[in-house]
Antibody, heavy 122, light 111 residues
Framework: EVQVLDSGGGLVQPGGSLRLSCAAS????????MSWVRQAPGKGLEWVST????????YYADSVKGRFSISRDNSKNTVYLQMNSLRAEDTAVYFC???????????????WGQGTLVTVSS | QSVLTQPPSVSGAPGQRVTISCTGS?????????VHWYQRLPGTAPKLLIY???NRPSGVPDRLSGSKSGTSASLAITGLQAEDEADYYC???????????FGGGTKVTVL
């Protein structure tokens, strides 16, 4: 059974940092890209970042580029999202998701974590 | 302002058919990028309903179907049931931004 467990959310002040973790199991982790998607209160889903299966290629939404960094440890079946210079507008539930599909243009997210809440406030 | 445009809400009586549109542009759906659909119930993780424009994962009922044409796609739900009341999102890849994009979401209400 595929499981995706995201964690690490919490309350942080504007300008602060936080690192989210996502532990996955039930599939060959090193063969799949992984992503983070968020949903702010009252808003829709927003793609945040994706990392390739080998960790070489990373992709970011313009809204987080230069502030967030995605990484993975295939020996631990875990993906991370380092969030720096946090702003109030980063407040959201952050979901980790397994990516599927043969090409970038075909990627979709077939398994999701339960989400972890990040609140940026003073 | 989402790159993919969905109606904010649709509604129907039990047993009826509803469709949700997803309109993109030449840099995403029109460029050949696949469209995928998700259901989000309050307090739960998004669930994949349709991938690759029209494919259903195991366990998704055949009351749900997806299609794509030109720069648009749609999700149809036939035989509407109370359990279908949720938020639905389309998703694709946008070559202009170099990332993945979601529609703004559509709330389905069962009357």
């Amino acid at each position: 059974e595929v499981q995706v467990l995201d964690s690490g959310g919490g309350l942080v002040q504007p300008g602060g940092s936080l690192r989210l973790s996502c532990a996955a199991s039930g599939f060959s982790f090193s063969n799949f890209a992984m992503s983070w998607v968020r949903q702010a209160p009252g808003k829709g889903l927003e793609w945040v970042s994706t990392i390739s299966d080998d960790g070489v290629a990373t992709y970011y939404a313009d809204s987080v580029k230069g502030r967030f960094s995605i990484s993975r440890d295939n020996s631990k079946n875990t993906v991370y999202l380092q969030m720096n210079s946090l702003r109030a507008e980063d407040t959201a539930v952050y979901f980790c998701a397994k990516a599927a599909g043969y090409t970038l243009g075909a990627y979709y997210f077939d398994y999701w974590g339960q989400g972890t809440l990040v609140t940026v406030s003073s | 302002q989402s790159v993919l445009t969905q109606p904010p809400s649709v509604s129907g009586a039990p047993g009826q058919r509803v469709t949700i549109s997803c309109t993109g542009s030449s840099s995403n759906i029109g460029a050949g990028s696949d469209v995928h659909w998700y259901q989000r119930l309050p307090g739960t993780a998004p669930k994949l309903l349709i991938y690759g424009n029209s494919n259903r994962p195991s366990g998704v009922p055949d009351r749900l179907s997806g299609s794509k044409s030109g720069t648009s796609a749609s999700l149809a739900i036939t035989g509407l049931q109370a359990e279908d009341e949720a938020d639905y999102y389309c998703q694709s890849y946008d070559s202009l931004s170099g990332g993945w994009v979601f529609g703004g979401g559509t709330k389905v209400t069962v009357l």
